[in-house]
């Protein structure tokens, strides 16, 4: 069994978004929907590694659409969200 080193990581609101840090120091903006949709699905894939070995696995791939970003930035277009 692999050994990990302990990392943190944090969530925070930043404006009207759900903001995700990863130990990496990379940031990930999302929509409350999409925040949610993104707790599900880890829920669900989390459950499906408890319930049964790799190979029995049932859970497949989810995917889902990111906010858009400006080009080159990390944070989000909010120019764009409002319409300008």
């Not at 497949?60 to 906010?67: A, H, P, W, Y």
């Amino acid at each position: 069994m692999p050994i990990y080193e302990k990392r943190t990581g944090q969530i925070h609101r930043f404006r009207d978004l759900v903001a995700v840090s990863s130990p990496t120091g990379m940031t990930e903006y999302y929509k409350p929907q999409e925040a949610q949709a993104l707790a599900l699905a880890l829920i669900a894939c989390a459950d499906d590694v408890q319930a049964r070995p790799f190979i029995e696995s049932q859970f497949g791939t989810r995917r889902f659409e990111f906010l858009p970003l400006r080009e080159g930035c990390d944070k989000p277009d909010f120019e764009q969200e409002r319409g300008a």
